[in-house]
């Protein structure tokens, strides 16, 4: 496989309600896994969330065989568990840069 400044490795859908922004669907490629794409979505969703001022961020994560590799993400980037998935305060996040990643959003 090989990676281009075109291809799509993933999909995002976030709903804003209650006072949260929440991480509807997040898929990813296996692919990309672990090479810190998936912070850097994360990451710039708690950026949107800060500058719309939307005060949480909110994401579930489903557990299955095939996507036990990602199953620290929130926990790695600082989530607390709550009933039903993970949630943070968005203006408790500081450090949103990665440099090394550029995510285009479409």
Do not use: M, W
């Amino acid at each position: 496989d090989r990676f281009s400044e075109e291809e799509t490795i993933g999909a995002l859908i976030l709903l804003s309600k209650e006072n949260k922004l929440e991480i509807e669907s997040f898929l990813l490629s296996c692919r990309v896994l672990g090479r810190d794409i998936e912070k850097a979505v994360i990451l710039f969703v708690i950026q949107r969330a800060q500058e719309e001022g939307i005060p949480q961020v909110f994401g579930e994560f489903v557990s299955t065989e095939r996507n036990a590799p990602a199953s620290t993400i929130y926990p790695d980037l600082g989530f607390t568990p709550i009933q039903g998935g993970f949630v943070i305060i968005s203006n408790t996040v500081n450090d949103l840069n990665l440099p090394h990643i550029r995510l285009t959003i479409c």
